[in-house]
């Protein structure tokens, strides 16, 4: 009895993925080729599909609530520039107050889904002083400051290994795909390093002159569990970071909510023409 539970506790998880992935199959949702997460005031991709299905969060079994104000907590699937894709239009976050594994459920499913190619997108506030307000960062490696690691616990062989490799977490050749897309399209565009932090209270001054000398250029709130759960079950991951504010610490000026969702809005526009150039490519 006593090993049953541990067993049955033990596959939990990828049963509700299952069941979930399931569901969406119910709905249509199938042979998909990418799935797209899209951050805080990055939603505009999502009038660029060929929509065949538009579903709430709180309508599909296991998926938590989105919670902030500035995601849509929609799951949309579609054509887009000729590719089957599921974009989740908004995101979940660890200071909404639930799980790495809930925040990574998502991703599990697209797996199930037959999802092999991941894009990310998220806004963030930029700690390299050579960054711009509304500017795009091509991330190419993170640094984990959540409390925690979205694979503790009991290992769920049918994801993946105990232990994944996180040598290269971001696919090089799709890191290089969005570099040639941003030159043809005369897109200024960095690469660096990206530190996932708690929130969701903004960093104070010597907070941003610890994230800097770490090695990091930008500092968000996201994606960094969802590409360690992506990484895990071997799908290819590509992330865009928008930088919505600039992190100086010895100038360091109040945050306006309204001035982060204009500047994410400025620079969504060339995220926009990266994802799709990207999509195109594959």
């Given at each position: 009895?006593?090993?049953?539970?541990?067993?049955?506790?033990?596959?939990?998880?990828?049963?509700?993925?299952?069941?979930?992935?399931?569901?969406?199959?119910?709905?249509?949702?199938?042979?998909?080729?990418?799935?797209?997460?899209?951050?805080?005031?990055?939603?505009?991709?999502?009038?660029?599909?060929?929509?065949?299905?538009?579903?709430?969060?709180?309508?599909?079994?296991?998926?938590?609530?989105?919670?902030?104000?500035?995601?849509?907590?929609?799951?949309?699937?579609?054509?887009?520039?000729?590719?089957?894709?599921?974009?989740?239009?908004?995101?979940?976050?660890?200071?909404?107050?639930?799980?790495?594994?809930?925040?990574?459920?998502?991703?599990?499913?697209?797996?199930?889904?037959?999802?092999?190619?991941?894009?990310?997108?998220?806004?963030?506030?930029?700690?390299?002083?050579?960054?711009k307000s509304a500017s795009l960062m091509i991330i190419d490696d993170h640094i984990n400051m959540l409390p925690g690691n979205p694979l503790v616990g009991k290992n769920h062989y049918q994801f993946g290994p105990r232990f994944p490799?996180?040598?290269?977490?971001?696919?090089?050749?799709?890191?290089?795909?969005?570099?040639?897309?941003?030159?043809?399209?005369?897109?200024?565009?960095?690469?660096?390093?990206?530190?996932?932090?708690?929130?969701?209270?903004?960093?104070?001054?010597?907070?941003?002159?610890?994230?800097?000398?770490?090695?990091?250029?930008?500092?968000?709130?996201?994606?960094?569990?969802?590409?360690?759960?992506?990484?895990?079950?071997?799908?290819?991951?590509?992330?865009?970071?928008?930088?919505?504010?600039?992190?100086?610490?010895?100038?360091?000026?109040?945050?306006?909510?309204?001035?982060?969702?204009?500047?994410?809005?400025?620079?969504?526009?060339?995220?926009?023409?990266?994802?799709?150039?990207?999509?195109?490519?594959?």
């Amino acid at each position: 009895m006593i090993r049953f539970v541990e067993l049955k506790t033990k596959n939990l998880m990828y049963k509700k993925a299952v069941e979930t992935a399931d569901f969406l199959r119910s709905k249509g949702v199938d042979h998909v080729g990418v799935g797209i997460i899209l951050g805080t005031g990055l939603g505009k991709l999502a009038d660029e599909i060929d929509i065949k299905l538009c579903i709430d969060y709180e309508d599909i079994p296991h998926f938590p609530e989105a919670t902030v104000e500035f995601h849509h907590g929609k799951l949309i699937y579609g054509i887009l520039e000729g590719v089957e894709t599921l974009v989740m239009q908004g995101r979940f976050h660890y200071y909404e107050g639930y799980s790495l594994q809930e925040i990574t459920f998502p991703v599990r499913v697209m797996k199930l889904l037959g999802i092999e190619t991941l894009l990310v997108s998220n806004a963030c506030g930029a700690v390299n002083p050579t960054y711009k307000s509304a500017s795009l960062m091509i991330i190419d490696d993170h640094i984990n400051m959540l409390p925690g690691n979205p694979l503790v616990g009991k290992n769920h062989y049918q994801f993946g290994p105990r232990f994944p490799d996180m040598s290269r977490p971001y696919d090089r050749g799709l890191i290089e795909k969005m570099e040639q897309i941003a030159k043809e399209n005369n897109i200024d565009i960095d690469k660096g390093v990206y530190v996932a932090w708690t929130g969701p209270s903004l960093e104070t001054r010597a907070e941003y002159r610890f994230i800097r000398t770490m090695g990091a250029d930008v500092v968000g709130m996201s994606t960094v569990p969802e590409v360690i759960v992506a990484n895990q079950m071997n799908m290819k991951v590509a992330a865009i970071s928008v930088v919505t504010d600039l992190c100086d610490p010895d100038n360091l000026q109040a945050v306006v909510i309204d001035d982060i969702l204009r500047n994410a809005a400025i620079a969504e526009k060339q995220m926009l023409v990266l994802f799709k150039g990207l999509l195109r490519s594959l």
